[in-house]
C-alpha cells in the first residue's frame, strides 16, 4: 500500500473515530497526521513526475525502511488502542518520518533541478561581479536575462510550479528546460556583443572603465581628452560623480 493509500486509511479511521470520541484534542492530532501524510506523499508523487518528465536517471535518496516501520508501528497502534494512537508515541514518529522524508525529497529536487544551470554558472557569475556598461542595449539585456535564471534557478520546481509557469510560460519541466537555454542563449549572445564591443574602444577608455570600476576613477584625471573619447564611445552617461 503506497503511503498516500495510508493517508486514506487514516483518515477514514480519525472520521469513525469523530463518531465515537470528542476529544478536541485528539481529533486536532489525528488531523494533523493525517494533513502531514498527505503533504509529504503528494509532494513524493510530484518529484517522481518532476524526475521523469526531467529524465534523470538518480532516485531520491529516501529512507523506505524508516518509513515502512513508522508506517507499521502506527498501525500496530491503531489496531491495540484504536483511537487514542493519535496520541501515543508512534503517531508522533511517523509524523517525524514523513516531515524528514519530504525534507529529502525537496533537498533532491532543488539540488537536481540546479544542476540545469551548472552551465550557465559562469555567465551569472560574470553579470553579477562585473559593471557591465554599454552604448547599447546588450548591457540590459545581460542584466535581464541573468536576473530571470537566477531567479528561476532559486525555485522548487514542485512547490514554485505556478512562479516557473508565470516567469518561463509552457505547461511543464520539458516546457521549462527549453526556456531556460533559450535565456541562457541570450545572455550569452549580448555578453559576446559587450565583448565586441569592449574590444572596439581604445586602451585609454577601457582602462578608465576598469578603474572607474575597481575603485573609482579621480575627477583630476578626467582630461578633455579622456571625456570626449568617452562620449564618442558613449559610455560617459554611464558614468556617476560619487563623493569618496
Known sequence: MRLYDRAVDLQLKLEAAQSADASVELLAKGARLVDRIESASAYFGDAAAFRAKAQIAERPNLDLKAITQAVAAFRAGLSSHGSAAFQHQPAANLIEVANGQRERATKWVTARWKEFFTPYDALLERVQNERLASSTSHAIVAQARAATLRAVKSD?????????????????VEDWLTKIGE??????????????????????????????????LPLS????????????AGIDRHLMVRRK
Not at 541570450?186 to 575603485?215: G, I, M
Not at 584625471?221 to 564618442?232: G, I, K, V, W, Y
Open 221 to 232: 584625471d578626467l582630461s578633455d581628452e579622456l571625456l570626449a573619447a568617452l562620449r564618442t
Open 183 to 216: 535565456l541562457a542563449s541570450q545572455l550569452r549572445e549580448a555578453l559576446s556583443e559587450l565583448d565586441a564591443e569592449q574590444a572596439a574602444l581604445t586602451s585609454e577608455v577601457r582602462d578608465a572603465l576598469r578603474r572607474a570600476a575597481e575603485d573609482g
Open 156 to 172: 522548487d520546481p514542485v512547490v514554485n510550479s505556478d512562479d516557473l509557469r508565470t516567469r518561463l510560460g509552457g505547461g511543464d
